[in-house]
Structures are given as structure tokens and as C-alpha cells.
């Protein structure tokens, strides 16, 4: 592993454990609590991955919902119900669960209609909900490590990872919200009550993530 990746790992996994402490002393999970994660990942690749599954107490209270077949999930996560879905609808009743926690997601569901429509649907089917996105003026981008490029138009960016062989990170894969256009959505979606956090690192908004 290289040291820039090394690096971000390490951050990436602080930065989870930080929001991990914020969602026990906001949302006050307990043993009953229903709690549905939205864009669980088939594979885990750091410690950071299915971060609720793996620290969670009560796992025979979540339901994870994909798009991905739960090949290894469901052998590494034996009490978590899993559902596969088409990416845009969710199969559930309006309310039926007690939380939504989606941890870095509404930035990989593609463009803002189908933004809007996901977290119109945290919306409806959870009473409550803990969604985080990274800062898209953060200096580095944290799924390419690349500086500062994400910065230009969303068109040039990409043509940009094409050309360096990063092509699975462009188009639909990633639309990097501000803080001003989460909000924008966010009230859209009818979560005009929630409230926005900012995590930083070095003085600077590294992510957000939306408490209601």
C-alpha cells in the first residue's frame, strides 16, 4: 500500500469513528432500535466498510439495503437481513424503521433527480436519519486522493480521470456535494428539520452529515 493511501485510510477510519461517537449521542440507539443501512458494500476492502455492521451492537436490528448481491456480506454479517434493490425505489412502507443511517452514499447514486430521490426516500421510510457526504471543496478528493482537480466542472473533471486511467471514478460513480446544495436537496427531500454537522481536519470541512 502506498503512503498516500496508507494516510487516507487512516483518516478515513478516524473520521468514521468520529461520526460513529456523534450518531450514539444524537440518535441514542438501543435494543429495539429498527435502523435500515442504505449502500451496504458487498466487499469490504478497509476497516472503515460497513462501519455500522461491524460496530453495531444489535446487528439482528439492521436491515441493509443495495443494489449489490450479498455474496460475502451475508456470510460476513450473518443477522443483518439484507435487500436488493433497483436504486431507486425503496421496498419499504413509509416509517418502517426507527433510523436511516447511509454513510457516505448520496454522492454515488448519480445525478441531483436521483440525489433528491434518495433522500426522499430516507425521508419517507425512517423516522429519523444520520446521512453523511464528503465536501466537495475539500482540497483533496477523497475517493480519487487527487488535489484540488474536482474543483473544476464536473465535465472536465472527468474527462480528466479518463485520461489517467481513474475512468470508474467519473460519470455517475461520484457527484460531490457543497454544504449549500446538500442543503438545497436536503430541504427538498422534506428534511428541512435537519440539522447539517461539519466534521473538519486541519481547520478545513472535510464532510458533512445530517442529523434529523
Known sequence: MSLANS???????????????????????????RILDVGFQDASYQPADNFIEEHY?????????GIEEPT?????????EVVVYDGWDFPFEDKSFDVIWSNAVVEHVGDR?????????C??????????TPNR?????????????????????????????KAH???????????SEFRELLDEAGLRDADIRTNRLLGLSLDFVAIR
Not at 451492537?57 to 439495503?65: D, F, M, Q, V, Y
Not at 433527480?113 to 426516500?121: A, D, G, M, P, Y
Not at 425521508?123 to 453523511?132: D, I
Open 7 to 33: 494516510v487516507a485510510y487512516r483518516v478515513s477510519s478516524w473520521n468514521r469513528k468520529r461520526k460513529w461517537e456523534l450518531f450514539w449521542s444524537k440518535i441514542r440507539p438501543g435494543s429495539e432500535t
Open 169 to 179: 471514478f467519473a460519470g455517475d460513480y461520484m457527484n460531490l456535494l457543497s454544504r
Open 72 to 80: 460475502n456480506f451475508s456470510r460476513r454479517y450473518p443477522d443483518v
Open 137 to 165: 471543496w475539500f482540497p483533496v478528493e477523497v475517493h480519487t486522493r487527487l488535489p484540488l482537480l474536482h474543483w473544476l466542472p464536473k465535465r472536465q473533471f472527468d474527462k480528466i480521470l479518463v485520461r489517467i486511467g
Open 57 to 65: 451492537p444489535w446487528t439482528e436490528r439492521i436491515t441493509a439495503l
Open 123 to 132: 425521508h419517507r421510510v425512517g423516522e429519523r436519519v444520520f446521512l453523511t
Open 113 to 121: 433527480e436521483s440525489q433528491l430521490k434518495f433522500l426522499s426516500e
